[in-house]
């Protein structure tokens, strides 16, 4: 179970809870394929925030209200109760509209100025791994007023300083990972600052682990996670199902 002493923060609800952070009160929010967590994070907010937002899913739920907890992105429970179900030129059109106010979207890699890469590590010739393509990305990234994205690792491999493939680029603001959340103004060469930091870890580790060189004067340790966002998460993954794939 999460307690309230921030030094206990576990890689999983350090992520969700940082991912639904992000989200704002009045927005349209998006959360894609293979996107787990920060479906988790548009539930905890609907849930623990005194905010109202609409949430999208990809799997074409428009407000939905599950009554068992989804086990991915895919899964049916994550459209239970829509009013509307969305096909997927829908989000796609919406998003090129300027409809879509924050979208999550995975990554491979990410470089300092919020590019990524989900097409190939290696050579696109001769890949070590090919993987499985931007699907929406290059539309979303550049459209979407904010995209945030998250790795469920820390490591110079994924946070680079040079993309082995450009799939995407536009208008990332955040990057939440179990260490730390980034941030970056939304303009042309921004790069990535510290925004927070796990207090389990310290800047120097961080740096160590991250392949770009990256701002950290005004870093300062994460808030601690409130009441009811344990609560919230604890209910989310009352099987600890979705934790122990995280955790390890």
Not at 6 to 27: C, D, K
Not at 149 to 174: E, P
Request: with cysteine; glycine share 8%.
């Amino acid at each position: 179970h999460l307690i309230h002493n921030t030094m206990n923060w576990t890689p999983f609800s350090f992520i969700v809870v940082n991912l639904a952070r992000q989200i704002r009160a009045g927005e349209i929010t998006f959360s894609g394929v293979n996107s787990t967590l920060p479906m988790l994070a548009c539930l905890l907010a609907k849930r623990a925030y005194d905010f109202d937002f609409t949430y999208i899913n990809v799997a074409g739920g428009v407000e939905p209200q599950p009554v068992t907890i989804p086990l991915s992105s895919s899964d049916p429970a994550i459209v239970h109760g829509s009013p509307a179900i969305f096909a997927n030129q829908d989000f796609y059109d919406l998003c090129a509209r300027g409809g879509l106010d924050l979208v999550f979207l995975g990554c491979a890699q990410i470089d300092a100025v919020g590019r990524t890469n989900v097409s190939v590590i290696g050579s696109w010739e001769n890949p070590t791994v090919r993987l499985p393509g931007g699907g929406g990305a290059a539309v979303m990234l550049p459209t979407a007023k904010r995209v945030v994205t998250w790795r469920t690792d820390h490591t110079a491999r994924a946070l680079v300083d040079k993309l082995d493939f450009v799939t995407a680029a536009g208008n990332m603001s955040a990057l939440v990972t179990p260490l730390a959340v980034y941030t970056r103004e939304l303009k042309p060469g921004a790069r990535f600052r510290l925004e927070a930091y796990n207090p389990a870890t310290t800047i120097t580790h961080i740096a160590a682990h991250t392949g770009f060189q990256f701002d950290a004067a005004h870093a300062q340790p994460v808030a601690p996670i409130t009441p009811d966002e344990q609560r919230v998460l604890v209910d989310l993954d009352a099987e600890q199902k979705f934790s122990a794939a995280i955790n390890g």
